[in-house]
């Protein structure tokens, strides 16, 4: 092998001898439809993982249809729920005869327990009851302890039963739960929220636009049906939201929401707060129809779950309607502070937008930091702190010394508000 | 496929045959596996013929495949077909070759390893480029430079051994 034409020839030499074997191009032929018929069977058999992959998937993952969540059939007027937790025989006995003791139509009858628990790590004992009462009413009642008094058990809210076919959940969100009936905590955090879900529901996740959303911890991990929640003393009823999660059987599925409410409502002695469906709006003002107009009064705040929409300036009894003034209505006007830094001063509507007034400067420096939470204290409540209604986020920073003014943005959509809450006197009260 | 299809096919296997079975033999050494190399080889471009037609070159296709499915079949012969460390007796001359030489190219050919002689046998027997040699082996032109060159380094020096060889038995005969 000399050069490479020499070998080329070799090469060419070797190979020259092999003959194709007969039939040869029918061979061929055989062999591709062979092929074909492979081919096939494999992209067949990979479709068929594939759609088993996919529908196990499906499964784990837990996509499909929604979960859907079965309400127990009612008991005649009550809610057909079983209890959540186990029941304490004697706290229902004891609670029992204190429902019947304190005058509000006992004895009570066919009492049956959604809740009766000791040691609870916050409230101690909490019993929530229903029963007929003397008149054969349907009743609703919340107990905890008054921590002043030994923990004995308290009466603190007495109301008729909901609707036993629609109520998924009912709640009681009150800063009067902790001491004697009627007083207010002392506790900056004293505000507490007791709700009770239907069976079913995995998840309870309980909120108040008081608190911002990033101090909520994981919104998915599973409850009890029973929840009890601790907020500032400002929050109320009217601004908690109860959110109901089904988690399906499905080791991946995402929980999916049942249902999301406001609070029901406060304790005895807390404001009440009366429903009112806007009937007219100008840039300015609503009209609210208040079935409860009796209860209304000029000066008592309007609001909704994200805060303030505005103040009742007039009353039209015979027609059930209130007139509301807006928070940036030139009418509007009040005392106001920031949320936690607790910088006084006021707000007013300015026709277009709100603005915070007053703010205190000189020595002590007041410093108000772009969405910082404004609220406004409620009259009806016993002091500036309960109760307190977020009318606005700082929209800049007040850098400035000098600066004693600053706009504000409502944390209410004011062209979209469809109902409110008037925050009326509590019973017996005048505000 | 139609029927135009088919004759442009038949037509196709039969004009291309012969060369891709002397191809496969030198890169086999041995004619049945040619054969089924071969037939393999087009099997797999029928399948795909209308495809074909409308993309890439049908004849550089049939190369690339030849050399992939030699490959291929030499890379799963070496998984489940274990060699013996050494061999046990010497592979037996080629009795109706009848010159030595061929008998001598095959046995180097045969101890090449396979992308080695794919490159040989593409480039001195395809008259293949280098540019066309790396496209149907699937690599770089300096890694088919390369292939080349080693492969006919081994061949040489195994031509060098089998002179040596002869001159030996000559003097000793």
């Known amino acids: 092998m000399h050069s490479e034409t020499e070998f080329r020839g070799h090469l060419a030499a070797l190979a020259e001898p092999v003959k194709p074997v007969e039939g040869y191009e029918d061979k061929v032929m055989r062999r591709s439809r062979r092929l074909r018929r492979q081919r096939r069977m494999t992209a067949g058999a990979a479709a068929a993982v594939c759609v088993a992959v996919l529908v196990t998937a499906f499964r784990v993952v837990g996509f499909g249809s929604a979960s859907q969540l079965a309400a127990p059939p009612p008991d005649g007027p009550f809610l057909g729920w079983s209890a959540a937790g186990d029941v304490d025989a004697g706290l229902v006995r004891e609670a029992t005869a204190l429902w019947d003791a304190a005058g509000t139509g006992g004895p009570h009858t066919a009492v049956r327990a959604f809740v009766a628990l000791r040691n609870d790590q916050q409230l101690h004992s909490i019993a929530v009851l229903e029963g007929y009462d003397q008149q054969g009413a349907a009743r609703l009642a919340f107990f905890t302890s008054d921590v002043s008094a030994a923990n004995a058990l308290r009466l603190r809210a007495d109301r008729p039963a909901p609707d036993p076919v629609t109520t998924q959940v009912i709640s009681l969100v009150s800063p009067r739960l902790t001491g004697p009936v009627g007083a207010v905590s002392t506790d900056d955090f004293g505000t507490y929220a007791i709700v009770v879900a239907m069976p079913g529901v995995t998840t309870v996740r309980v909120s108040n636009t008081i608190i911002d959303d990033e101090m909520i911890g994981d919104p998915d991990a599973p409850t009890s049906r029973l929840v009890v929640q601790r907020f500032p003393l400002a929050a109320t009823a009217p601004t908690t939201t109860i959110s109901g999660f089904v988690k399906p059987n499905r080791p991946l599925a995402k929980p999916t929401k049942v249902f999301e409410v406001q609070g029901d409502g406060g304790a005895d002695d807390d404001p009440r707060a009366v429903p009112g469906k806007v009937s007219a709006a100008t840039g300015q003002q609503i009209v609210v129809a208040v079935q409860q107009i009796q209860a209304v009064r000029r000066g008592q705040l309007a609001v909704v779950t994200e805060g303030l929409v505005g103040r009742v300036t007039a009353v039209d009894v015979p027609r059930g309607e209130a007139t509301i003034d807006l928070v940036t209505s030139t009418g509007f006007a009040g005392p106001a502070y920031t949320s936690i830094s607790d910088v006084p001063g006021s707000v007013r509507g300015t026709g277009t937008s709100l603005v915070m007034e007053h703010i205190p400067t000189g020595s002590i420096v007041y410093s108000i930091s772009a969405g910082n939470r404004v609220v406004m204290p409620d009259p009806c409540q016993p002091n500036d702190h309960v109760g307190a209604v977020t009318v606005g986020r700082a929209s800049s920073d007040n850098k400035a010394a000098s600066a004693t003014s600053m706009e504000l943005t409502p944390t209410v959509d004011l062209t979209h508000v469809r109902e409110v809450s008037i925050m009326t006197s509590p019973a017996g009260g005048d505000c | ?173």
């Open chain 2, 1 to 173: 496929m139609d029927r135009q299809d088919d004759e442009g096919v038949t037509a196709f296997v039969r004009a291309s045959y012969g060369r891709l079975l002397h191809e496969a033999f030198l890169l086999c050494g041995d004619a049945g596996r040619a054969e089924d190399l071969v037939q393999t080889t087009l099997a797999k471009t029928v399948v795909v013929w209308s495809r074909l037609q409308r993309s890439e070159g049908i004849d550089n296709y049939v190369q690339r495949t030849l050399i992939n499915t030699y490959l291929s079949a030499r890379r799963r012969r070496a998984w489940w077909e274990l060699p013996f460390g050494r061999l046990m007796e010497s592979q037996a001359r080629d009795e109706y070759a009848g010159v030595e030489q061929r008998d001598w190219l095959r046995r180097a050919l045969d101890a090449l390893p396979p992308r080695q002689r794919a490159a040989v046998v593409l480039r001195f027997y395809g008259d293949l480029s280098e540019q066309d040699a790396a496209l149907a082996l699937g690599c770089s032109v300096g890694t088919v430079k390369s292939l080349t060159s080693r492969g006919l380094r081994a061949l040489r020096q195994r031509w060098v051994e089998l002179d040596a060889t002869a001159e030996h038995e000559v003097r000793y005969a």
